[in-house]
């Protein structure tokens, strides 16, 4: 037996232990291939079908895999359809037009001037006939053949120095004056105006200087019935422009940095752009500070400065080309629908030269409202392949005509030339002035059209006349804003003897029964009378009727006087210009709707009239569904008088306690109430007076319950705004309505 020393024993106790543990380890390495090996041969298929149906198996996942992907770049990329647009970050200022007023005098009345009395506007007069060195002012004010006025303004936007507004004239109710007929309005300054309580009344900028003769509502046989229409009138392009107002955008609140506000005058001046006079790019936005964008207006929109911001609002803010790609086969599938094709021709505009096979395949739609807003855009991208489509839209559809025209201005085209030359020869009184005003933009020097320049006395302004050789009706327009001239459509035209016109005071035309010449005759007290005998043809009549010192109004007077009399031989017309905001029928949809039924709708609106046909300056708005109806309106310059703070009181109240206009068929109408004499001779349908200078007396009700028959009227609920107090309010503007951009923070 062997003794083992115990120094020994826990020496081998632990080599014992070792050696069984990896007996045991090796062990287990040798029988795990073998069960591997069954398991293997155990997952193995067993048929042909098992080994197809792994491999779709495979080949699904890795199509999940790939359109996986592909999201993930989506979203990394901006790939996405959805693109924002500039409208919905930014708003305009300064697109809204203002009021400037001021007073003046004017001369010449031979009579019919008086001493006005006391008041705010008789002391604002003296003050001025002071500083410019008058001697005398109260003895001036005295006469009988001068007269205090009242002078007011509204200027557009995107004025520049130096072009002209008409001025609206009118005699204070306190006034001893009569009538401003045949008098020549002094030189004026036009300024901004505020009431500050505890200050009285203060005066802002000048914006505007006026001077020129006056013209009257009240012409021919009418000034004798109608007193009331010699005490207002109209300088027509009177005003001229001292100081420009800018046009910018200013981003949301939320939005605003230095950064956003690069991005989006970048993105502007990509799309738009012009030369300086030494051929140098200049960007049409420049960004002034984290929110204010200084805007330019493109040469192409200068005469349609609306669509200029709505194309604006359609510009994408931030797109790479792959969304742009998309975007641009979405908006052609939208442009085929009539919904959608205004807002669809808008941003094929604003993407460019991209765009344009694609607006030309809309030329190809068989729908006319289409059709019309894919020409509308090739013509301002230069493109003259739309000329046909605004043509027709021009001379068959009044809701298209407004725009159709001013399209085919911008066209330097001679298609377009040509187009427009015969819309000239149509029916329509409005389609042919109106292409007359639309060719004259495109270019005014065309012989067709040239006309000649009218000169009256020296030291006073002149007017335009245009003898056009056109087929068809006879006609001969005038002008009673905007600026003086007198169109006559069809050479040669003669007058109908016999005759007996007025021009001015002291001008008579006549001539006798079967005569071929018209005796021109000019009466002056204390001087000779001048005379003239001319062809009895209206424009030898209108030479010579300048020659002997008659103003615009007065041949005005005379054509007028002509139509009432029917010396003409064709039709008169004055202001004959379209208008935007008409109703369009569109026609019944194949497969949609019924075969008896159409779908009205609105085409543009009053504030998106393009700028080259004026509105006129006493048309009421219309109401808006996103703000204010006040918001519309300039804010209140004016002084009014004492003699008429109660009729304004009583106005404003009739209109604050009054139903919205969105609800006036529960209000009362309110009625216009003429002269009684003036219904007596009425004149021909051919003969409207101008409606910026008859007066009118309304006469307001206000009814405290609805009618039987009728449901109160219910207030509409203004939006919400979410703005900080320490900054302005920035709304966000509707698309289509720019009348809703705010001012300008200060």
Sequence with gaps: MLIVPKSLRWWLTACLIGGLSCGTALAKDQQEPKKKGADKKSAEPKSLKEIQELKKELKNFDNYEEEDEEESSGKQYGTRIETPLIGQYATFSGINAIAVEGVGIVVGLKGTGGNPAPSHYRTALLEDLKRRGVRNPNEILKSSDTALVYLRASLPPLLAKGETVDVQVMIPESAEATSLHGGWLMEAYLSE???????????????????????????????????????????????????????????RNDFRSIR???????????????????????????????????????????????????????????????????????????????????QAALQLEGIGKEAIPVLKAGLESPIMECRFHAASALAYLDQAAGVPVLAEAAKSEPAFRVYALAALSVIEDADANVALRKLMCESSMETRYGAFRSLWVLDKNDPFIRGEQIEVMEGKTGYMLHELETPGESLVHVTTRTRPEVVLYGKDQKLTAPLYLTAGKNIMVTAQAGAQTASVRKFTPDEPDQHREVPLTVPDVIRAVSELDGTYPDVVQMLMEAAEQNNLQGRFAHDALPEAGRMYERPPMPGVDGPKSKRKTRIGR????????PLDPEKEQPERDDADPASDLPPAMANVPEENSAKNAEVK??????????????????????????????????????????PRVRRFQQTDEPAADEKPAARPTPKKTNTSQSEPAQTEPDVEDLATDQSEPQ
């Design 193 to 251: 105006q505020a009431f500050v309580p505890g200050k009285g009344s203060l005066s802002g900028h000048h914006f505007a200087r006026v001077k020129g003769p006056v013209l009257t509502a009240a012409v021919g046989s009418n000034k004798r019935k109608s007193p009331a229409l010699l005490t207002r009138g109209a300088v027509l392009g009177g005003g001229s422009v001292t100081k420009e107002r800018e046009l910018a955008i200013f981003l």
């Design 606 to 613: 009053d504030n998106l009239t393009p700028n080259l046909f």
């Design 260 to 342: 956003q506000a690069m991005r989006v005058s970048d993105a502007i001046s990509k799309r738009f752009h012009d030369y300086d006079k030494h051929g140098m790019q200049q960007p049409m936005a420049v960004a002034k500070n984290d929110q204010k964008i200084l805007l330019i207006v493109h040469p192409k929109y200068k005469n349609n400065f609306p669509r200029y911001l709505q194309v604006i609002r359609h510009l994408a803010f931030h797109e790479p080309t792959t969304a742009r790609r998309l975007r641009i086969q979405r908006l052609k599938d939208e442009l085929r629908q009539p919904e959608l094709a205004e």
């Design 653 to 694: 109240t009739a209109k604050e306690e009054g139903p919205s206009r969105k609800e006036v068929k529960s209000e009362p109408k309110t009625e216009e109430i003429d002269e009684p004499a003036a219904a007596e001779t009425r004149p021909s349908r051919f003969v409207r007076w101008p409606t910026a200078l008859k």
